[in-house]
């Protein structure tokens, strides 16, 4: 069974840019997770996607947008991007129901911003 | 502020023995979960308790929930080299939903040879 896929890998921006990094989850999966991992921070939730709806939201800026496709997939989009947004991207999938289920995290898109 | 503090921050023990990681909170969880993150690679989950006072072992790894679901634990026996690595405590809190986790900032372990 195919893991979480996040592309790409690496993604070097300058600041003002934006930026659209892809998830596919599981197969089967229908909750898409988006996290940011940094030193400081460490991971911070953004938001998750439910069967194409956002069901949660972090507190990040709404330069912080996010979608689901409907086999699916997401994107998350970063606008305007500032020095502080360099960080590794996670997604994570699950089935998206039920008590404890475990989130399958893909292996992250390192974002560094110039 | 981390809803999850964990402690210690950083571990570094030699092969052979034994650890302990603990995950608090004020906040009660309806679920908590624990991974294991290596250098470039995504947090790979471990196990999940979601029942106050539940223990679950697996192979040299012992996990416990706390009877008030506020606070888990993570003991190693007999740490061996392929242990190392940043280990994570994840929960979902009852007003969440499922498809979020609140995470610990986690413990990096080192175990040398």
Same mark, same amino acid.
């Given at each position: 069974k195919a893991g979480v896929t996040q592309t790409p890998r690496y993604l070097i921006k300058t600041r003002g840019q934006q930026v659209t990094l892809s998830c596919s989850p599981i197969s089967g999966h229908r909750s898409v997770s988006w996290y940011q991992q940094t030193p400081g921070q460490g991971l911070q939730f953004l938001f998750e996607y439910f069967s194409e709806t956002q069901r949660n939201k972090g507190?990040?800026? %709404?330069r912080f947008s996010g979608r689901q496709f409907s086999n699916s997939r997401s994107e998350m989009n970063v606008s305007t991007?500032?020095?502080?947004?360099?960080a590794l991207y996670l997604c994570a999938s699950s089935?998206?129901? %039920?008590?404890?289920?475990p989130q399958h995290f893909g292996d992250g898109t390192r974002l560094s911003i110039l | 502020t981390q809803l999850l503090e964990q402690s210690p921050q950083f571990l570094s023990i030699q092969e052979g023995e034994n650890l302990t990681v603990y995950c608090n909170s004020s906040s009660v969880f309806s679920s908590l979960q624990w991974y294991r993150q290596e250098p470039g690679e995504g947090p790979v989950l471990l196990v999940t308790v979601v029942t106050g006072g539940e223990v679950k072992k697996l192979k040299r790894l012992t996990f416990q929930f706390g009877d008030a679901r506020k606070d888990s634990s993570l003991h190693i026996t007999?740490?061996?080299?392929?242990?190392?690595g940043l280990y994570l405590c994840a929960g979902a809190t009852?007003?969440?939903?499922?498809?979020k986790l609140q995470f610990g900032a986690g413990t990096q372990v080192v175990v040398t040879p």
């Open positions: 507190n990040f800026p %709404g991007l500032e020095l502080g947004d360099s089935s998206g129901w %039920g008590e404890g289920q | 007999a740490a061996q080299p392929g242990d190392t009852q007003r969440d939903s499922w498809g």
